[in-house]
Every structure is written in C-alpha cells, then in structure tokens.
C-alpha cells in the first residue's frame, strides 16, 4: 500500500480528514515558477513542523504555463485552524499577493472514508470494494 494509500487508512476509518485542492494563476511562467521557487522554504516548513499536516503541496501545472496546483491534507479541523493562524500560512499569502495572483479556485472537502485506487490484482476501482459501508 503506498504511502497515501496507508494515510487514508490510518486516517478516515474513524475520523473526517481534509482536503483542500485547488489553482492559483499568475500572469505568466516565470511569476508562477518563481512562486514554486520561493514557496519551497514555506511548503516544507509546513509539512515538518505543523502538527496534523500530511501532504502541503503548490507545484506547478504542467499543462497551464502560469498556473500552480495546490494539494493540502489536513488530520483534522483543529489542524487546519491551527495552520490558517500559523507564521507558514501567512508567509504564502504574503509571497502570492507580493507576485501578483491573476485567479485562484481552491475547495476544502471533508473526507471520512479512503481506499486504495486498486485491487489486489491491479484493476482500477471505481467504487469503495472494501469498505463494510460500501453501497
């Protein structure tokens, strides 16, 4: 099982995790590679040093020049809170609106149930094969 797999599943059998998923777009390539550059300090301070933080990810998008992709996972609600007051948080904001953010669109989504993409046998599955709850 790899590693996001066994997150989930330490993870949301008995709680509600939470995603946050998203884009933010700048006005070119070179604003949003000089976003990822300078973030890197940020990102993996927030993935060391804040409890509850499982994956902080702002990476570019291969097939939209000036634009990041943004991928959080968050243990719990406390956590998350924890992080929009954390010295982290606040330095991306800063970074973002100091290189000239032209959009963004990002969601948080609860998640109280994850399974492994496959099988035992390597097929893809659609639906949640072993969960007790599956409908």
Known sequence: ?????????????????????????????????????????????TRLNEPGCEVYYFGADPCVDNRIQVYELWVDEQSL?????????????????????????????????TEPVYDESFTPRADFFTSQDAR
């Open 81 to 113: 809170d924890a992080h929009f007051r954390h010295a982290n948080y606040h330095g991306m904001l800063e970074l973002i609106q100091e290189l000239g953010l032209v959009a963004a669109d990002t969601a948080k989504f609860r998640c109280d149930l």
């Open 1 to 45: 099982m790899g590693k996001l797999s066994s997150i989930g599943s330490e993870l949301c059998q008995s709680c509600s995790v939470i995603i946050i998923a998203g884009t933010i777009d700048f006005k070119d390539n070179e604003t949003r590679e000089l976003a990822v550059q300078r973030s890197r300090p940020l990102q993996e301070s």
